[in-house]
């Protein structure tokens, strides 16, 4: 079984600036995926990034990147130029590929505060 | 509009009064599973299905039955409910299992188990 490990329950970050959500996995598996999803207080899930693991480039869309370090099973992710509207919980989560198996495993989430 | 649409969104039920929440996707997705977020616990996968009438058990299946009867619907139903299945649950859908940027989720069912 997999497991996701988010260490940080809650952060906060100056407006404007940078913050770094950590996330760990463990699994035997070598073809899989990996995504940040955000939980605003409506409680939507929105995919904010995801990575194939047997790409070797960070994922990027516009303020969001990825650090990925598959030997070491880490996904962290960075939030540039932070926002009021980036304040949410961060799920990060894994899902495997393959015949027979559709389970998608989240961790516990990071609660991110912007502060204006 | 591709959506997922889950009902009721809000439910307060007594223990032990079986109900069912549904779920539709009009996007002919194969997968679709339902999820329970609790409070420091994350989304935790209750069931799956990989297509009609093809449905397996999550990480905590307890408590809950699930059937795939059309490709379009994956209702989640509570036999009898107890107050620690109080919970928000999401369903999600996606076309098949390797495209794992399509995952769509419904906007949750808060369900109060009294």
């Known amino acids: 079984a997999q497991t996701v490990t988010q260490s940080q329950p809650e952060m906060s970050v100056q407006e404007a600036e940078t913050v770094t959500l950590s996330c760990t996995y463990d699994t035997s598996e070598n073809n899989y995926y990996l995504f940040w999803y955000k939980q605003p207080p409506s409680r939507q899930m929105i995919l904010v990034i995801r990575?194939?693991?047997?790409?070797?480039q960070n994922a990027t869309e516009n303020r969001f990147s990825v650090n990925f370090q598959k030997a070491a099973k880490s996904f962290s992710l960075k939030i540039s130029d932070s926002q009021l509207g980036d304040t949410a919980m961060y799920f990060c989560?894994?899902?495997?590929f393959g015949a027979g198996s559709y389970q998608l495993t989240f961790g516990k989430g990071t609660k991110l505060s912007v502060i204006p | 509009e591709a959506q997922v649409t889950q009902n009721p969104r809000y439910l307060i039920t007594v223990t032990g009064k079986k109900l069912t929440v549904t779920c539709s996707q009009n996007?002919?997705?194969?997968?679709m599973s339902w999820y329970r977020q609790d409070p420091g616990l994350g989304l935790r996968q209750i069931y799956y299905?990989?297509?009609?009438?093809?449905?397996d058990k999550g990480d905590v299946p307890e408590g809950y039955k699930v059937s795939r009867k059309e490709k379009r619907n994956f209702p989640l139903i509570l036999e009898s409910p107890s107050p620690n299945q109080t919970s928000l649950y999401f369903c999600a859908s996606s076309l098949y299992r390797n495209s794992g940027n399509t995952i769509y989720f419904g906007e949750g069912s808060w369900l109060t188990v009294v």
């Open positions: 996007m002919n997705h194969e997968y």
């Open positions: 990575q194939e693991a047997y790409k070797q």
């Open positions: 989560a894994f899902m495997k």
């Open positions: 299905s990989m297509n009609v009438e093809v449905t």
